[in-house]
């Protein structure tokens, strides 16, 4: 699937142990990154800094869900069920 604009729902539901500019200790589960704009983009994105686990990240129905509501929370069930 397309990645849903305006969504971001991965940017803040995950947790993210690796560095990212700003949050040298990466960030927790539930809290959004600090370079997720109001308009739900990555403000780093296509920059070297930006973490891999990021560009890595592909949106999937799976996890994605219909809505970025129901991607917070199969995002957060994953979380729970992998930490
Ligand atoms: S660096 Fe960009 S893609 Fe990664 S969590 Fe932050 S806003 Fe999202």
């Given at each position: 699937?397309?990645?849903?604009?305006?969504?971001?729902?991965?940017?803040?539901?995950?947790?993210?142990?690796?560095?990212?500019?700003g949050?040298?200790?990466g960030?927790?589960?539930?809290?959004?990154?600090?370079?997720?704009?109001?308009?739900?983009?990555c403000?780093?994105?296509?920059l070297?800094?930006?973490?891999?686990?990021?560009?890595?990240f592909?949106?999937?129905?799976?996890?994605?869900?219909?809505?970025?509501?129901?991607?917070?929370?199969?995002?957060?069930?994953?979380?729970?069920?992998?930490?």
């Amino acid at each position: 699937m397309q990645c849903r604009e305006g969504c971001g729902a991965c940017c803040v539901a995950p947790s993210i142990s690796s560095p990212i500019p700003g949050m040298p200790n990466g960030k927790p589960a539930g809290v959004a990154c600090n370079h997720l704009t109001a308009e739900r983009r990555c403000a780093i994105f296509g920059l070297p800094e930006r973490p891999q686990v990021c560009a890595a990240f592909m949106a999937d129905e799976q996890v994605c869900g219909s809505s970025a509501e129901e991607a917070l929370r199969i995002l957060g069930w994953w979380e729970q069920a992998t930490a």
